[in-house]
């Protein structure tokens, strides 16, 4: 089956820049999409088809997919982007969700 | 505005069956490719099953035989029949309405709430 990898954990200072990558088996030439889950409450997608964001989602979210690897780039960091960021994307058609990545900003 | 309600939640033994359920407000669920997502205790999101408009459905490895994924049309709403529960289906059920052409470039937005399944004797 496929599977998307994620770091456990990434921190990050605010202002700075934070890179959260998910990495999968020619993942570029699927679509990934990123949500946001902060401690009791539902994902909330922040990025879909690779680098589209919703309306509502501050421009300093972006994403990027090539080769095996999607990123998704927080600029500007704040406080309030703390939280789990997942990846997903689809093995034919069944969904698949990376493990997740914890940001910190500290 | 579009939102996703689940209910349906409880304490369960092992063994033992749970429907949940998903209202649809704003949207029309039949007209949306639909799934269930779990998150058990501390763990990561893990995919359990998805509807699509035309009705095809899918599941994950660890619920096939044993999950039941529907929806209502009257009713507006989605379903997900759980038998044969075991312990390790522990876990907050979401519901999420999924968007895109196709199941390739799709994505899910918006997530319902949440609803706590417990399998435990």
């Known amino acids: 089956s496929y599977e998307l990898t994620q770091p456990p954990s990434v921190s990050v200072s605010p202002g700075q820049t934070a890179s959260i990558t998910c990495s999968g088996d020619e993942l570029g030439d699927k679509y990934t999409s990123w949500y946001r889950q902060k401690p009791g409450q539902p994902p909330v997608l922040v990025i879909y088809q690779d680098n589209k964001r919703p309306s509502g989602i501050p421009e300093r979210f972006s994403g990027s997919n090539s080769g095996n690897t999607a990123t998704l780039t927080v600029s500007g960091t704040q406080v309030m982007d703390e939280a789990d960021y997942y990846c997903q994307a689809w093995d034919r058609s069944n969904v698949v969700f990376g493990g997740g990545t914890k940001l910190t900003v500290l | 505005e579009v939102q996703l309600m689940e209910s349906g939640g409880g304490l369960v033994q092992p063994g033992g069956s749970l429907r949940l359920s998903c209202g649809g407000s704003?949207?029309?669920?039949?007209?949306?490719?639909m799934t269930w997502v779990r998150q058990a205790p501390g763990k990561g999101l893990q995919w359990v099953s998805i509807?699509?408009?035309?009705?095809?459905?899918y599941y994950a490895d660890s619920v096939k035989g044993r999950f039941i994924i529907s929806r209502d049309t009257s009713k507006n709403t989605l379903f997900l029949q759980l038998n044969s529960l075991r312990v390790e289906d522990t876990a907050v059920y979401y519901c999420?309405?999924?968007?895109?052409?196709?199941?390739?470039?799709?994505?899910?937005?918006?997530w319902g709430q949440g609803t706590l399944v417990t399998v435990s004797s």
């Open positions: 704003g949207f029309t669920v039949t007209s949306h490719f």
């Open positions: 509807i699509y408009a035309g009705g095809s459905t």
């Open positions: 999420a309405r999924g968007s895109g052409s196709t199941q390739y470039d799709g994505w899910f937005d918006p």
